[in-house]
């Protein structure tokens, strides 16, 4: 049986886990991804996989769900800011 900060716990990991998407919808708006940290998107999604690893370790549903729906919406979100990154100009001395 379930318990409810279980269930609330979970519920609220999964809707902070698509917050990357929101990063993601502002980028297409603006069709330009030059003020976002891919390194963030990249430490973000290594940290969580991370955890993932320790959920499935663990044998807790509840991390795997929250963790697996947070790579794929991460890893999403920085496909989308490589994509919209502009190139960087060459620097010469």
Sequence with gaps: MLSAIEVVATT???????????????????????DVSI???????VGVALY???GVSISNRFLIITCTVS???????LL???AYRSPQPNKTT
């Excluded at 790579?71 to 979100?77: E, H, K, M, Q, V």
Aim: proline fraction near 2%; avoid cysteine.
């Design 80 to 82: 989308i800011a490589l």
């Design 39 to 45: 390194l963030y998107l990249i430490v973000l999604v």
């Design 71 to 77: 790579i794929i919406a991460t890893t999403t979100t």
């Design 12 to 34: 609220y990991g999964v809707f902070m886990s698509l917050a990357p998407l929101l990063q993601a919808r502002k980028i297409m708006q603006r069709r330009s991804s030059s």
């Design 52 to 54: 993932l690893v320790y």
